[in-house]
Each structure stands twice: as C-alpha cells, then as structure tokens.
C-alpha cells in the first residue's frame, strides 16, 4: 500500500506498477482540497470552517459503511456541495470505511513530510553524506535541548513550570496529611492556605472535586 498527496505523475506511476487498488490518498491532503472548496462555496468564517472539518472528519474515519452514509448524509443536511465534493473525489481512496486494503491507522503521510523537511537539503547527496548530515544535524539538535534543560531551575521545563505554580496557587501547598482509615484509604490533607480536603483514594474521590 503507498499513500501520496494525488499528485498527478503519481496517480499514473502507481497505477501502472502497484494498481490503483493499493493506492490510498493522504486525508491531511485531502481535507485541506475539501476546506478550500468549502471556502470558495461561502465557507470563510473560523469557526464553520472548524464544524466542516469535523464533518469531512467523521466522514473520513467512518469504521462501517453505515456510519459513513450516516456521516455523508449530515454533510448533504449542512451543505449538499460539500456532499458531492466527497462523492467526486474517489472516497474509495481516503475514506477508512471505503478503501480496501489494510492501513494498519495511518490515515496521513505527516511523518513522511516531517522527514522530508528534517532532510531538506540533503536529500539529492549520496548515502554516505546523506546519513553523515543526518548525524550532524541531530547531534546539533540534541546539543541545544541539553542547554535549554541545562539552564532548568527546578527539574522541569519553563511551560509545565508555570503551569505548576498555577495550580499549586490555586490548590495551597499541603501542608499536613492525617489518615481516617486503613481500609478505606480515607485521608484528611491540610494545606497551607487552611484549606482542608477529604482524599477518598479507593473511589478515587477528593472533595475539592479536582479528581
């Protein structure tokens, strides 16, 4: 099975060595031709560009034949073009519910794409120098991470840092834990703003309603 963008020489290359039947189209690809039709037929706003992305979505990862009509038919409801654009557009090839062959869940190329940009410019070199550039460019890569960790205050990266201060701002520090019962895994948990909470771990229950 090879999946492409639908570029035109590789819709006729693969149909003459590999068959069509082994030929499925990338849904990131895909979605991108249904949103810019969708937006040539009056579709300019973010938010209903977002409610017809999750259309083409339910649409496109249908696991049965009777949820792919039913997710067609609610597309046909909100805009019967947009319906058509689908039908006209070989489903058969992106569609999870339509096409034939095992795609073992990958309905895109974006690791392909991602690689193809990581190697941008040495793609055209030999082997040798193509796997040597690779090395220089990861090792450069890992060179800065290992500075930026290096320069972490407390462990953690400046994003989750901030988001612990938030919630611990929020929350309080605790400041004292008291069990009620063995058994029951029942706790009292103080924390430093006097606030007291019930810890329940068996139910998995906490009375500040966070877990």
Not at 74 to 89: F, G, I, M, P, S
Request: net charge positive.
């Amino acid at each position: 099975m090879i999946m492409s963008d639908k570029h035109r020489a590789l819709l006729h290359s693969v149909r003459r060595v590999l068959g069509v039947e082994n030929h499925c189209y990338c849904l990131v690809h895909m979605r991108e031709n249904f949103v810019g039709y969708a937006t040539k037929k009056g579709v300019r706003r973010n938010m209903t560009k977002d409610l017809v992305k999750e259309m083409f979505n339910r649409v496109a990862y249908a696991a049965t034949g009777a949820e792919y009509r039913e997710a067609l038919e609610e597309l046909r409801q909100y805009k019967q073009e947009l319906a058509r654009w689908v039908e006209d557009n070989e489903p058969d090839r992106w569609a999870q519910s339509k096409f034939g062959k095992e795609r073992w869940g990958k309905m895109n190329n974006n690791p392909i794409e991602s690689w193809n940009n990581w190697m941008c410019g040495l793609r055209q070199m030999s082997i040798p120098c193509l796997i040597s550039g690779h090395l220089q460019k990861l090792g450069k890569k890992m060179d800065m991470r290992k500075a930026i960790v290096d320069k972490w205050m407390d462990g953690v990266g400046e994003r989750i840092e901030k988001k612990l201060r938030k919630t611990l701002d929020r929350i309080g520090s605790i400041l004292h834990v008291k069990m009620f019962s063995r058994s029951l895994g029942e706790y009292s948990v103080k924390l430093l703003n006097n606030r007291c909470l019930v810890v329940k771990l068996k139910e998995g229950m906490c009375s500040c309603w966070q877990w």
